[in-house]
Structure formats: C-alpha cells, structure tokens
Nanobody, 123 residues
Framework: QVQLVESGGGLVQAGGSLRLACAAS????????MGWFRQAPGKEREFVAA????????TYRDSVKGRFTISRDNAKNTVYLEMNSLKPEDTAVYYC????????????????WGQGTQVTVSS
C-alpha cells in the first residue's frame, strides 16, 4: 500500500513557476515508477510526465517538454514536478500516481493516486 499526498499548487501568473511535490508513505516507494497527470475543468485527465523507479529515465507529454521537469528523491519518498514558463492552458488539478503495469502514459497502469493539487495560471 502506498499513500500519496501532493502539495505545492497555487495561483501563478503566466510565465511563472511552481514546484509540485508528492510525498509517499510506505517502504516500497523506490520500487515504483511515478507519474504526474492533470485534469482541467471539463476535460479528461491526461498524462504529464513519468519517471522510472531509479530516476534514470523520464518522459513527458509534448506540450510540457522543455518547461516541466520530473525528479524524485527516494531517500525522502518524494517525487517532484518543476513547472516553468507556465501557461494558462496548464491550469488543472495535478495528480501524482504510482505505476504498476503497462505503459507510463495510460491511467490504467497506475495503482495508487494522490488527491490532487490545484494549479491555476492567470493570463
């Protein structure tokens, strides 16, 4: 069992930055690849970024490449999402999740989810 708690969301102007954190409970955190997803109002939840269990591999959706960086600290049981050059279209609830099977891009492959943190980017 892994419990995930996101933090770091908030209101920021376009062009600004935020750093999200996802703290995990449980001794098996380092065995899971981790992902960030987001859901904007009226839209389906979408993949944002993922990182391997060791942190050696990462992947991003095209629209955030070069602006967002996912990282993790297994000693602290925490995964991060550094978001720079934010745009109004980045406004969403951001969720972290622990990956269990399949591709990193599909929600169905993730076993544990946090409650989400709101990110609002004003124009």
């Amino acid at each position: 069992q892994v419990q995930l708690v996101e933090s770091g969301g908030g209101l920021v102007q376009a062009g600004g930055s935020l750093r999200l954190a996802c703290a995990a409970s449980g001794r098996t955190f380092s065995s899971y690849a981790m992902g960030w997803f987001r859901q904007a109002p009226g839209k389906e939840r979408e993949f944002v970024a993922a990182i391997s269990s060791s942190g050696g591999a990462t992947t991003y959706r095209d629209s955030v490449k070069g602006r967002f960086t996912i990282s993790r600290d297994n000693a602290k049981n925490t995964v991060y999402l550094e978001m720079n050059s934010l745009k109004p279209e980045d406004t969403a609830v951001y969720y972290c999740a622990a990956h269990a099977k399949g591709t990193w891009f599909e929600e169905s492959g993730y076993m544990y989810w946090g409650q989400g943190t709101q990110v609002t980017v004003s124009s």
